[in-house]
């Protein structure tokens, strides 16, 4: 079937501009979880989403960053005032209620603001 | 696509040898490990998982080994093929959370 899908791949965004990346988890996975990687590191998480209510929201870096997912499947993260240090990969995860653990990424999506 | 890893140590095998990843860890709450293989331009890839009250896990061609004293986890590969080759990171998710803390990572390149 079907992975986790996230839109667009590629985003090039000015300093200053919103920017709205999108993911698309698994049919039927409840949980979603949002990850920022840095070249060269490690996933860091960002937040974590059960159906459509946010539980965690723990490693947003600055109340810049805002995620939703208002139907419980699709969800979106959105950068405000983009900086330069935005610049990352932009990793999304779904796991289901079977083993919440195993979370399978997306592609991800690679920002670089210039 | 980007590349992953690009500071990374490095462990380079030959073709069919066995490798062995090592990872230490940071949380001694924490209650699941994971180790996932990640290839450039793509989204890290599910290896296997093991439990806080496990040891030991196989699975096809590959074992995870969790040592609790030492806070520490490997990951071995028999018979390395050149589609191993990637960026590998170990992941702990702290007891009563799904969030995964990712390791560093470690760049595996397979020698043919």
């Known amino acids: 079937g079907a992975g986790v899908s996230q839109s667009p791949r590629y985003k090039v965004a000015k300093r200053g501009q919103d920017v709205a990346l999108r993911c698309d988890p698994i049919?039927?996975?409840?949980?979603l979880f949002w990850y920022q990687q840095a070249l060269g590191q490690g996933p860091e998480f960002l937040t974590y989403?059960?159906?459509?209510?946010?539980?965690?929201k723990s490693g947003l870096p600055s109340d810049r960053f805002f995620a939703e997912r208002p139907e419980g499947s699709v969800s979106t993260l959105k950068i405000q005032r983009t900086q330069q240090e935005d610049s990352a990969v932009y990793l999304c995860?779904?796991?289901?209620?079977?083993?919440?653990?195993?979370?399978?990424f997306g592609p991800g999506t690679r920002l670089t603001v210039t | 696509g980007e590349s992953v890893g690009l500071h990374l140590p490095t462990l380079s095998v030959q073709e069919g040898d066995n490798s062995i990843i090592n990872c230490a860890y940071s949380?001694?709450?924490?209650?699941?490990f994971i180790w996932y293989k990640q290839e450039s331009g793509k989204g890290p890839q599910f290896i296997i998982d093991?439990?806080?009250?496990?040891d030991k896990r196989q699975g096809q061609r590959v074992t995870v080994l969790l040592n609790k004293t030492v806070k520490h986890l490997s990951l071995q590969i028999a018979a390395t093929q050149p589609g191993d080759s990637a960026v590998y990171f170990c992941?702990?998710?702290?007891?009563?959370?799904?969030?995964?803390?990712f390791g560093t990572g470690t760049r595996l390149k397979v020698l043919a």
């Open positions: 093991i439990r806080s009250n496990m």
């Open positions: 995860a779904s796991s289901s209620t079977g083993n919440p653990y195993e979370q399978y």
């Open positions: 949380n001694s709450a924490s209650d699941y």
């Open positions: 992941a702990e998710a702290p007891y009563g959370t799904y969030k995964y803390i």
């Open positions: 989403f059960q159906n459509e209510a946010q539980l965690d």
């Open positions: 049919s039927g996975h409840v949980s």
